[in-house]
Each structure stands twice: as structure tokens, then as C-alpha cells.
């Protein structure tokens, strides 16, 4: 009986990890499931946002809108765990990947870093591109819509 209890535990306590790694895999899934390449249509950006730190998150009142035309070719790579973004060779590691967002550390391409962040909205991939500085923590964040290639 002890035995038997035990592997009971222990297989509810595997069922539950489990469940939480598929949870923060749907986001990851939902967008690969799109394919690998993507194109980031940017339309609203924030110049020199007022931050104390690099990795400080910025509100959607930091931006405004952007009407030129500006794009990124996104290239996801290794299931999703890498990325690589055009022009510019910038390239880097996934960090968080929860049911709702999925962020990489661009390390690559950049002389201070930076990060590339993907969510959904209003069914909708979004994505963000910021560039780090040296001085300055944010030289500039660029958001918009993310859309298969």
C-alpha cells in the first residue's frame, strides 16, 4: 500500500509539470505552428523612452504611432529557442517562454543587446524590437504587428 501510494504521488506530481511545461509552450506552439519566417511590420516606436534600467518594460503610452514603412524579416530557428532578425544580423536566445509572451535576449548584431518580445493581441502576433545602450538604457523600441512570411 505504501508503494502504491507513493507512485501515486509521485505521478501526479509528473502529470502536474507536465501540464505547466505544455501551458508555456501554446504561445511558442500557436506562432511556430505559422511556420519559422515572419515579417515584423512596425508601427508605433519610442525614442529614448524615460527608464532607469535596460530590462525596465515599457507601457503602450512610451510609444507613438508610426505611419512609414518600416520591416524586419524574423527568423525563429531550433523549435523556437533562437532567433535571428534582419537587417542588421541580430540574433538571440529565448529567455521566458509562458503562455502569453515569449522573449529573447538579442545578443547578437547589437553593441549594447537588446530584446525581442512576442505576444498576442486581439488574436493578433505582436512583437517588440528594443535596442540597449551604453549610457542610455533604451536607444529605441519598435512595436507592431508580427505576420507569417
Known amino acids: 500500500m505504501k508503494y502504491c501510494l507513493t507512485f501515486i504521488g509521485l ?26 519566417d515572419f515579417i515584423m511590420e512596425v508601427d508605433r516606436v519610442a525614442e529614448s523612452p524615460d527608464v532607469q534600467f535596460p530590462m525596465d518594460e515599457l507601457d503602450e503610452t512610451d510609444y507613438t504611432s508610426f ?14 529557442q533562437s532567433v535571428t532578425i534582419e537587417p542588421g544580423s541580430i540574433g538571440g536566445e529565448k529567455i521566458v517562454a509562458e503562455s502569453e509572451i515569449l522573449s529573447y535576449d538579442l545578443t547578437e548584431g547589437l553593441f549594447a543587446g537588446g530584446r525581442f518580445v ?22 529605441s523600441s519598435e512595436r507592431g504587428k508580427l505576420l507569417p512570411q
Request: hydrophobic residues 30%; negative net charge; glycine residues 12%.
Open 11 to 36: 505521478l501526479i506530481l509528473f502529470t502536474g509539470c507536465n501540464k505547466s511545461s505544455s501551458e508555456d509552450q501554446i504561445l511558442s506552439d500557436q506562432l511556430l505552428s505559422l511556420g519559422n
Open 67 to 80: 505611419s512609414g514603412e518600416k520591416n524586419y524579416s524574423v527568423h525563429f530557428t531550433d523549435n523556437g
Open 118 to 139: 512576442v505576444w498576442t493581441e486581439n488574436g493578433n502576433f505582436e512583437a517588440e524590437l528594443t535596442i540597449y545602450g551604453s549610457g542610455i538604457p533604451i536607444i
